[in-house]
């Protein structure tokens, strides 16, 4: 039951097909010593012994996408718990490597604060894998309130050496920085003027 509530679908379906093998070979097994090992004690224990190994490595590679999950959901709950909380030097820890290069610990602080981010009551939707790169993802996670000026927030996910961290840059705070082209809708000089004022 435990495996149930951490696999689904088709993982839990080869799962239980292992199980379902065991058993078998579990209640066979006086047919299995005598006719596969010929009453062979050292060939039965030899035997067993890779099949365990065998069916354990399967389980181990079968589950990585669940295990996956569940580091991910971990770690942007981490995350945005540590920037609702204030403590931006620890929701900036859990960055990438490529992220904390291109984007310094000061200028996280600061973005933070002066785009007043509160995050509140969220949800993590879903995590979605790259289909070419398993070692990318993307956490979908939404909240009744504003995430980062948006209704819902992808955050992008990369498996490193340490594990899974977060890939953020300046971009969702500046969605029209240069190089990230810009959708804003240019007015006349007297519409400028007027929203300068306001």
């Known amino acids: 039951m ?7 679908g088709s993982i839990l ?6 199980i379902a093998i065991g058993t078998i070979i579990f209640i066979e097994r006086k047919w299995i010593h005598e006719n596969v090992f010929r009453g062979k004690k050292r060939y039965a224990v030899a035997g067993y012994s890779f099949l365990a190994a ?14 996956d ?3 991910i959901i971990k770690l942007v709950n981490g995350f945005l718990q540590n920037v609702t ?3 931006y030097r620890g929701a900036y820890e859990q960055l990438s490597e490529v992220s904390k290069k291109a984007y310094t610990l000061n200028d996280f602080v ?8 509160k995050v509140q009551n969220f949800r993590i939707d879903e995590v979605i894998f790259n289909e070419y790169d398993k070692r ?3 956490a979908v996670v939404s909240s009744p309130f504003m995430l980062y000026g948006r209704e819902t927030l992808n955050l992008e996910m990369i498996k490193e050496e340490k594990g899974w961290r977060v890939v953020f840059s ?11 082209g810009n959708s804003k809708k240019k007015g006349g000089s007297i519409t400028n003027f007027f929203k300068k004022l306001f």
């Open 85 to 87: 909380s204030g403590d």
């Open 13 to 18: 379906a080869v799962v239980l097909i292992v």
């Open 54 to 67: 065998l069916m354990l490595v399967f389980l181990f590679l079968i589950t990585s996408p669940s295990r």
């Open 170 to 180: 300046r971009t969702l705070f500046h969605p029209h920085a240069p190089g990230q």
């Open 110 to 117: 600061n973005d933070h604060v002066e785009n007043r981010i």
């Open 2 to 8: 435990g495996v149930a509530f951490l696999l689904k």
């Open 136 to 138: 990318k993802a993307v």
């Open 69 to 71: 999950t569940s580091h």
